[in-house]
């Protein structure tokens, strides 16, 4: 009690004082991240526009949401992603395709509606055409094991055709630009096809269709992992 600071004390007491407020800091941000999900989370997406995936607001909602987390965009191939996800090399997946994938938990999070477009220069061959002579006009398609190869595959096995396949592209993102330039006819989202006709840029040809989904997976065995609950809930108040 009738201590006192020497002068050397007294020119230390203010760092002292820092010191002790900044460790009162960290211990509470230590108790405030306790419970909290923290890691790695690699998600793979299909070659799609980032705007139709909802990138942005999924990025944008991890960094609110999951403070701790740090989140990876993986585009692998169709085939290559699901074998990845359920080897444990991917966290979840976004997945275009008309059914779910075997194997997987799932949450399906639209639905998709493709359209065949038919560019500007090679209407006129299919003003009295039908199945037939649309298989056998240029194609653009995706990898063989691509949502966009198997849709279109699908469409044309029904009629008992083949597409004229005359490019064959990774960057199934750029169909829309590839047909608009003439390069060839291909499946379009119901949403670009559509305004394409009214900029003339190409037609959609009668009512032929196929009906997809844009599901949410993730490896069965981890579905009770924190991460990936914490994840998935983020996912999906993103597309409610």
Known sequence: GRMSLTREGEALLPKAESV?????????????????V?????????????GFLR???LSAAV??????VELHIRTPASGS??????GGALTAALVIASHPPRDLHWQSLRSVRYRVVVPTRLCAQMQRGG??????????????????????RQLFEQQGLAPNVALRTEDTAALDTLVASGAGCALLREELALPG????EWMVWGHAQVDAQLFFCTAIESVSDPLV?????????NWA
Do not use: N, Y
């Open 20 to 36: 002790l407020s900044a460790s009162g800091q960290l211990q509470g941000a230590a108790r405030q991240m306790q419970g909290q």
């Open 38 to 50: 923290s890691g790695q989370i690699e998600l793979g997406v299909p070659g799609e526009q980032p």
């Open 55 to 57: 990138l942005g607001e």
């Open 63 to 68: 960094q609110r949401d999951l403070p701790l």
């Open 81 to 86: 992603m699901l074998a990845r996800l359920r």
């Open 131 to 152: 199945w037939k002579t649309l298989a056998a006009l240029p194609w653009m398609d995706g990898p063989l094991d691509s949502p966009s190869h198997l849709m279109l």
């Open 197 to 200: 006709v009214e900029r003339g």
């Open 229 to 237: 609950v914490a994840l998935t809930s983020v996912v999906v108040s």
